[in-house]
């Protein structure tokens, strides 16, 4: 039984790399290469930075003697990295897959059904924690020493961090699981987005202090660890060849991932199968009242987008990082005026070129925003709903793309106008700084609506593939990144014969020019275009 379930998840796991719609329609040979080359390429880049990271660590815990505590912090990255990666894949691979309900309906004890769930999910931690930790074991033996028996134990070490570290995920996924059923999904996964990028750009700004903090406060460290967090000091020890202490770390990482599967097991069925309630309300049709088409269609893709998870954190990121780069602009003005001024004392007049700076970072958010992009495909097999309507191709067109201009092109103009006023543009460059952004989130949506309806794909199996891996997506958010930086080109070939203002000025007539015929493509092949899928 076990093996069979187990063949299942894997190949459910294998076709989401070689199948991407519902009639299992294999991916190309070439696309599949192509994803293979970007998850090693992300692999090597990872692996790399860890190498930088542990060579600065090794000889100097070497020469100190605190070679178990470079082991025993390896251990400790690689437990965060892979609890950190993998709590919400856990939560949805125990708790929201899709066959929970069929399997669950069979004669099959639910114990087995989660043990099938979680022996995958170890591969996984496995591949996190890899990355991190093989890159430690690489360079403490080139730099310090190498023994096989201890690489013997650093890897079986490597084995216990990923036990313990799904004993983790699956006890934060249980407690995920409870939470997302009383809150907003899609708000919830945000939060988390949002979350990790704010730590990670935290401990980005200040990884030179923690390295050198890391590199010359080991013994201090070593104590805490000794004392607060003794399997931690068993795995150091054990990765130099202390076998017994291996055995005591391996004996705890074993007793934790036992009571959680044992805990897990006793409410697996009653967690798998609970559905959210509310009270019952009655409706009041004293409060309802008529709207138009237009109004309608854009609730519903309002109702939608808040109510999907990848369509909310892929494509409404854009929208809370452009409202971000207006308040850090605000906050930090004080920090980043003498810079500007002393750019300009050394011959570079920044302030003239301050237009067009705000406009290119802006232009970069707004390729963030592709939310019409993946509209249409997001119909997916209920696009016959909207077709049955007694409503006109281009009005739902329409709507869809106002659903767009209305979530990004105000947060947008806003930022614009606070970030040139806060950095003391001209009139007329604070009217561009408006303007231009303004009529970039216009451009995206034209943009996003042509390419969605030119490569539109209704029989997705999830809806990651039109908003992350369509061709719509991809054409929309790396053409939007390729105008910035033509924006930037541009100006740099013709800042000979005209200013910032000029270039930005005849860059908005453009902008709006192709946007208003792209528009009218929408308009009118676009509705056939409709009317045909």
Same mark, same amino acid.
């Given at each position: 039984?076990?093996?069979?379930?187990?063949?299942?998840?894997?190949?459910?796991?294998?076709?989401?790399?070689?199948?991407?719609?519902?009639?299992?329609?294999?991916?190309?040979?070439?696309?599949?290469?192509?994803?293979?080359?970007?998850?090693?390429?992300?692999?090597?880049?990872?692996?790399?930075?860890?190498?930088?990271?542990?060579?600065?660590?090794?000889?100097?815990?070497?020469?100190?003697?605190?070679?178990?505590?470079?082991?025993?912090?390896?251990?400790?990255?690689?437990?965060?990295?892979?609890?950190?990666?993998?709590?919400?894949?856990?939560?949805?691979?125990?708790?929201?897959?899709?066959?929970?309900?069929?399997?669950?309906?069979?004669?099959?004890?639910?114990?087995?059904?989660?043990?099938?769930?979680?022996?995958?999910?170890?591969?996984?931690?496995?591949?996190?924690?890899?990355?991190?930790?093989?890159?430690?074991?690489?360079?403490?033996?080139?730099?310090?020493?190498?023994?096989?028996?201890?690489?013997?134990?650093?890897?079986?070490?490597?084995?216990?961090?990923?036990?313990?570290?799904?004993?983790?995920?699956?006890?934060?996924?249980?407690?995920?699981?409870?939470?997302?059923?009383?809150?907003?999904?899609?708000?919830?996964?945000?939060?988390?987005?949002?979350?990790?990028?704010?730590?990670?750009?935290?401990?980005?700004?200040?990884?030179?202090?923690?390295?050198?903090?890391?590199?010359?406060?080991?013994?201090?460290?070593?104590?805490?660890?000794?004392?607060?967090?003794?399997?931690?000091?068993?795995?150091?020890?054990?990765?130099?060849?202390?076998?017994?202490?291996?055995?005591?770390?391996?004996?705890?990482?074993?007793?934790?991932?036992?009571?959680?599967?044992?805990?897990?097991?006793?409410?697996?069925?009653?967690?798998?199968?609970?559905?959210?309630?509310?009270?019952?309300?009655?409706?009041?049709?004293?409060?309802?009242?008529?709207?138009?088409?237009?109004?309608?269609?854009?609730?519903?893709?309002?109702?939608?987008?808040?109510?999907? =998870?990848?369509? +909310? !954190?892929? &494509?409404?990121?854009?929208?809370? %990082?452009?409202?971000? /780069?207006?308040? *850090?602009?605000?906050?930090?003005?004080?920090?980043?005026?003498?810079?500007?001024?002393?750019?300009?004392?050394?011959?570079?007049?920044?302030?003239?070129?301050?237009?067009?700076?705000?406009?290119?970072?802006?232009?970069?958010?707004?390729?963030?925003?592709?939310?019409?992009?993946?509209?249409?495909?997001?119909?997916?097999?209920?696009?016959?709903?909207?077709?049955?309507?007694?409503?006109?191709?281009?009005?739902?067109?329409?709507?869809?793309?106002?659903?767009?201009?209305?979530?990004?092109?105000?947060?947008?103009?806003?930022?614009?106008?606070?970030?040139?006023?806060?950095?003391?543009?001209?009139?007329?460059?604070?009217?561009?700084?408006?303007?231009? =952004?303004?009529? +970039? !989130?216009? &451009?995206?949506?034209?943009?996003? %609506?042509?390419?969605? /309806?030119?490569? *539109?794909?209704?029989?997705?199996?999830?809806?990651?593939?039109?908003?992350?891996?369509?061709?719509?997506?991809?054409?929309?958010?790396?053409?939007?990144?390729?105008?910035?930086?033509?924006?930037?080109?541009?100006?740099?070939?013709?800042?000979?014969?005209?200013?910032?203002?000029?270039?930005?000025?005849?860059?908005?007539?453009?902008?709006?020019?192709?946007?208003?015929?792209?528009?009218?493509?929408?308009?009118?092949?676009?509705?056939?275009?409709?009317?045909?899928?």
């Amino acid at each position: 039984m076990m093996r069979a379930l187990l063949a299942v998840r894997f190949r459910a796991i294998f076709a989401a790399f070689t199948a991407q719609t519902r009639q299992k329609k294999k991916k190309s040979k070439g696309m599949m290469i192509l994803f293979a080359v970007l998850y090693v390429y992300v692999a090597v880049v990872i692996a790399g930075a860890m190498c930088m990271l542990f060579g600065q660590l090794a000889r100097p815990y070497h020469q100190a003697g605190l070679d178990w505590l470079y082991f025993s912090m390896a251990g400790l990255m690689g437990l965060a990295f892979s609890v950190f990666g993998g709590v919400f894949m856990t939560q949805n691979q125990l708790y929201d897959a899709k066959d929970n309900d069929l399997l669950l309906s069979m004669p099959i004890p639910p114990k087995a059904i989660l043990m099938s769930r979680m022996i995958p999910l170890l591969g996984l931690d496995l591949v996190f924690c890899g990355i991190v930790m093989v890159p430690a074991f690489v360079v403490y033996a080139i730099q310090a020493e190498f023994h096989v028996l201890s690489l013997v134990c650093q890897l079986v070490g490597m084995l216990g961090i990923c036990f313990l570290s799904q004993a983790i995920c699956c006890l934060l996924g249980w407690g995920l699981h409870l939470l997302l059923s009383r809150m907003n999904r899609s708000l919830a996964s945000l939060i988390y987005m949002i979350a990790f990028l704010v730590i990670y750009f935290s401990i980005y700004s200040k990884a030179g202090n923690i390295i050198n903090a890391m590199a010359f406060g080991g013994d201090s460290i070593g104590a805490a660890l000794r004392n607060w967090v003794w399997p931690l000091y068993a795995l150091g020890r054990g990765s130099l060849g202390g076998v017994s202490y291996l055995a005591a770390f391996l004996g705890i990482c074993a007793v934790c991932f036992g009571a959680v599967y044992w805990l897990l097991s006793k409410t697996f069925l009653r967690a798998a199968t609970f559905r959210r309630s509310g009270k019952k309300q009655r409706l009041n049709m004293a409060g309802v009242k008529a709207g138009s088409v237009s109004q309608a269609i854009i609730r519903k893709e309002w109702r939608h987008f808040l109510g999907s =998870p990848v369509y +909310l !954190t892929n &494509l409404g990121l854009g929208v809370i %990082m452009t409202f971000a /780069l207006a308040v *850090a602009g605000v906050i930090f003005r004080g920090k980043l005026m003498p810079v500007l001024e002393n750019l300009t004392l050394q011959g570079l007049d920044v302030g003239e070129y301050l237009p067009l700076i705000i406009c290119v970072l802006l232009g970069f958010l707004v390729s963030m925003m592709f939310i019409s992009a993946p509209s249409v495909s997001l119909e997916g097999k209920s696009l016959w709903i909207l077709k049955s309507m007694p409503v006109a191709s281009r009005n739902i067109l329409e709507a869809k793309l106002k659903f767009h201009i209305l979530l990004t092109t105000p947060v947008t103009v806003l930022a614009g106008l606070v970030l040139a006023v806060t950095y003391g543009c001209d009139g007329v460059g604070t009217v561009l700084c408006v303007l231009v =952004p303004g009529l +970039l !989130t216009l &451009l995206s949506g034209v943009l996003g %609506m042509v390419c969605g /309806l030119k490569w *539109a794909k209704l029989d997705w199996i999830n809806e990651a593939y039109p908003c992350k891996q369509s061709m719509a997506a991809f054409l929309t958010m790396f053409g939007m990144m390729g105008l910035c930086i033509v924006m930037a080109v541009g100006f740099a070939l013709a800042s000979a014969v005209m200013s910032v203002n000029l270039f930005l000025a005849l860059l908005a007539v453009v902008l709006a020019a192709v946007v208003w015929g792209l528009y009218r493509v929408i308009m009118t092949w676009g509705a056939t275009q409709w009317e045909a899928l």
